[in-house]
Structures are given as structure tokens and as C-alpha cells.
């Protein structure tokens, strides 16, 4: 089983409609949960990060965090042609000191 | 606003040849990163240090070392190129207590023939 999992995509949704990206990890122990973009090409931006059990929002994105569930996941509305991207979890794993990665997942945001 | 440079954006070298990449982070983080992407392979841990003369080992640390002579500087080294270390190189940093947000810097495109 891997340790962090997404569904590779891509997820295809209409220009205006909300995109909902999921995540879920093994290591019950995982302390901080982080959602990267990464365009083709170039480097990883992160643009959330959760740490407690609910929602985060942030402009037209929210993170949700299932400690329980061993789930999260991103929710974009208004979805743009410019979201389109490649969407990486990542959590962080106390036991490993360290950032796991999922693979991501291929958002296409269609006009 | 957090920055983490890299030497550089595109390289070509030839296999056999001594390879350095830099990183040079300005945030004052203890934790610095490298790690490879490939199409399929996802992002994969090459070394990362937690401290100035400080490295360890990630997931795939062979045919590479590290040198961090600096608390803001992390350098990747390929000793001797092969083409299959053909791949985007991405340095990251974190500061080591508190928060755990890791910035990544913009990647080399690293071409072996």
C-alpha cells in the first residue's frame, strides 16, 4: 500500500464548477497535510496547508482534513483554464521526518 | 516572500562528466532537500540535511552526494554522469521545528547524452 494516494486523473471539469481533489494516507501518526500545484514543466507551489481536523479556506480554495478518516482533500471553486495542473499531496510523517508525496493528480479545467 | 534558487534552469552535460547543482535558499531554514521527478516515478528523495555538515540519505542516493558547507547552501553532486540521471532536479527547503511548509525551488532540467 502506498503511503500517499491520489487518483492520477485526470479530472476533467467545466470552466465555473468546483474541482474536488482527494487524497489519502496510511500513517496514522501524520501531523501536517499540504497541497502542491505544479504546472507542466516547472517546480512545485504550494498553495495550502491543513494541520487540524476540518476545513481551511483560503480565496477560492479549501483543504478539508479527515485525521480519523486518514483523508484530505482540495476543493477549487469557480474553476479557471488556469487551474489546470497537476495537484500534489504531500504529509508530513513524524516517524520519517519527512514530506511524502503522492503523484498527483491532472486537473483539465475545460472553457 | 520565500525563495529557493538554483543555479540552473537547463544544463547539458556528458556522461562521465563531475555535475554540481546549487541551491541557495534566503529564509534561514535548517532543512534543505534535493530530489528527482520523472514522468510515472512522482518525486523521489535523492539526500536531504538538517544541518550545516549534516546529510542524509533519501530514497534513491546512489550515484549522487551532497555537500552543505553553508546553513543557505545545498549542493547536488553527480560524480560521474550516466544518462539515466537524465531528469528534473528540484531543491526544497523547511525550517526544522514549528511550521513544516517546504518550498521548493524552480528545478534544473538535467540532460545527459
Known amino acids: 500500500q502506498k503511503e500517499v494516494e491520489q487518483n492520477s486523473g485526470p479530472l476533467s471539469v467545466p470552466e465555473g464548477a468546483i474541482a474536488s481533489l482527494n487524497c489519502t494516507y496510511s500513517?496514522?501518526?501524520?501531523?501536517?497535510f499540504f497541497w502542491y500545484r505544479q504546472y507542466s514543466g516547472k517546480s512545485p507551489e504550494l498553495i495550502m496547508f491543513?494541520?487540524?481536523?476540518g476545513d481551511k479556506e483560503d480565496g477560492r480554495f479549501t483543504a478539508q482534513l479527515n485525521k480519523a478518516s486518514q483523508y484530505v482533500s482540495l476543493l477549487i471553486r469557480d474553476s479557471q483554464p488556469s487551474d489546470s495542473a497537476t495537484y500534489l499531496c504531500a504529509v508530513f510523517s513524524g516517524g520519517y521526518n519527512k514530506l511524502i508525496f503522492g503523484a498527483g493528480t491532472r486537473l483539465a479545467v475545460h472553457p | 516572500d520565500v525563495k529557493v534558487t538554483q543555479s540552473s534552469r537547463y544544463l547539458v552535460k556528458r556522461t562521465g562528466e563531475k555535475v554540481f547543482l546549487e541551491c541557495v535558499q534566503d529564509m534561514d531554514h535548517e532543512n534543505m532537500f534535493w530530489y528527482r521527478q520523472d514522468p510515472g516515478l512522482g518525486l523521489r528523495l535523492i539526500y536531504f540535511s538538517y544541518d550545516v555538515k549534516m546529510k542524509e540519505k533519501g530514497d534513491i542516493p546512489e550515484g549522487y552526494s551532497v555537500s552543505r558547507e553553508k546553513k543557505e547552501r545545498f549542493s547536488l553532486i553527480l560524480e560521474s554522469a550516466s544518462t539515466n540521471q537524465t531528469s528534473m532536479y528540484l531543491c526544497a527547503s523547511r525550517r526544522k521545528i514549528g511550521l513544516y511548509e517546504q518550498y521548493f525551488g524552480p528545478g534544473t532540467r538535467l540532460t545527459v547524452t
Open positions: 491543513i494541520y487540524s481536523n
Open positions: 500513517d496514522r501518526g501524520s501531523q501536517s
